[in-house]
Every structure is written in C-alpha cells, then in structure tokens.
C-alpha cells in the first residue's frame, strides 16, 4: 500500500521560497500522476498543479503560473513543489496526492505559514 | 472562486439522509468529466470517498453514494452518523481552465 510520507512545517518570511517534498513509501510512483493541493486555514481545497513522474510532464492552475516549479526524482520516490515569492496569503497546509483523475493516496500534509 | 458550488452546510440528525449538491457547467461536469467526492474530517486529509460519479473505493460504507445528471451531481449520505460530520468536496476537471482539475467550495455536514 502505497503512503506519502510529506516534509515538515516551515516558517517563510514574505518574499522567500518554500520547497515541500512528498516521498512515496511501499510503492513506486513514477507511473502515476502526483497532484499538489492546498488549503488556507479555516478555506476550501485548491489544486495547485501536477507532475507525471516517468514522463517529466507537469501542469499548473493559471492562478500559480510562473510562481509554482514541481519537480519529481524517480531515483528516490520523491516529489517536490517549490513555491516562490511568498506572500502572507499563501499560509496554507500543503497536501501532495496521487491519481491522474481522482486523488486515492494523500500526504500528511505540510503546514507552511508565511510570516514577516 | 471555484467554478463548481456547494452548498456551505448541511445538516441532519442521526439516520436521516442528508444531500449535497455540485453546481457546474458546460465546461466542467456537463462537458462530460466524472465527478470524484472528498471527505475531510477535522485535522486531516481529504479521503476519497467517491470516485467517477458513483463508484465506492473498498473500505467506504454503502451509505455514501453519488450521481450526476446534466450539469450537476450529487453526494448522498443514508442513515447518518456522529462520524459523518466533516467536511466534503466535489472534484472534476475544466476544459475552460486548460483542463485543469478544480474543487468544489466545500460543505460542512453537521450531526444534530
């Protein structure tokens, strides 16, 4: 049964970069799709973008475009999302998911708030 | 703002059957794209609770189920429980948005 196991909290100043990673463990994830999809406190569910391991193929939400770099190395089981130019808006916990259509696998979650 | 509507809360007492609506349109579930259901319980991560419209993963009790007609579909709860209260979501995709995946607004079901 496959587990994605995600990076721990982090604190970002206004400006920075975060980077969460996302490892699948008891499994390999290269042949399926990885989604990345956050959740501002107290808000709703909003897709990000994803990322086809063995293909290198990745899309993005129009509102991250430019902003939003996701990445995968099949080497480790392992993908990341980097986000840039933080803003305070951006506070949210931070879930990777496996599924190219419907998500059945998500990550723990990593919470990440940007503050000055 | 999300391109598909929920109802914010819904609520009903225990074994009563409660619904939850996704509002879209031509370009999202009318397009013809299924419809994949989230249960998010307190503190943690979404759960797949329904996919492609009406399909259960192993391990979801028969008491969820779903469907979809015309530009909308619908998640239905029989026999409601304490642990139904939580949070759900509807997922498709928009071709309007360059096929990207969207999310409902999200419903809070409340146990009376």
């Known amino acids: 049964q496959v587990q994605l196991v995600q990076s721990g909290a982090e604190v970002k100043k206004p400006g920075s970069s975060m980077k969460v990673s996302c490892k699948a463990s008891?499994?390999?994830?290269?042949?399926?799709?990885i989604n990345w999809v956050r959740q501002a406190p107290g808000q709703g569910l909003e897709w990000m973008g994803r990322?086809?391991?063995?293909?290198?193929?990745?899309d993005f939400a129009q509102t991250f475009q430019g902003r939003v770099t996701i990445t995968a190395d099949k080497s480790t089981n392992t993908a990341y999302m980097e986000l840039s130019s933080l803003r305070s808006d951006d506070t949210a916990v931070y879930y990777c998911a496996r599924g190219e259509d419907n998500m059945d696998v998500w990550g723990n979650g990593t919470t990440v708030t940007v503050s000055s | 703002q999300s391109v598909l509507t929920q109802p914010p809360s819904v609520s009903g007492a225990p074994g009563q059957r409660v619904t939850i609506s996704c509002s879209g349109s031509?370009?999202?579930?009318?397009?013809?794209?299924?419809v994949h259901w989230y249960q998010q319980l307190p503190g943690t991560a979404p759960k797949l609770l329904i996919s492609d419209n009406n399909n259960r993963p192993s391990g979801v009790p028969d008491r969820f189920s779903g469907s979809k007609s015309g530009t909308s579909a619908s998640l239905a709860i029989t026999g409601l429980q304490a642990e139904d209260e939580a949070d759900y979501y509807c997922?498709?995709?928009?071709?309007?948005?360059?096929?990207?995946?969207?999310f409902g607004t999200g419903t809070k079901v409340t146990v009376l």
């Open positions: 997922q498709s995709y928009d071709s309007s948005l360059s096929g990207s995946c969207v």
């Open positions: 008891g499994g390999t994830f290269s042949t399926y799709t």
């Open positions: 031509n370009s999202n579930i009318g397009a013809g794209y299924d």
């Open positions: 990322i086809i391991p063995i293909l290198g193929i990745t």
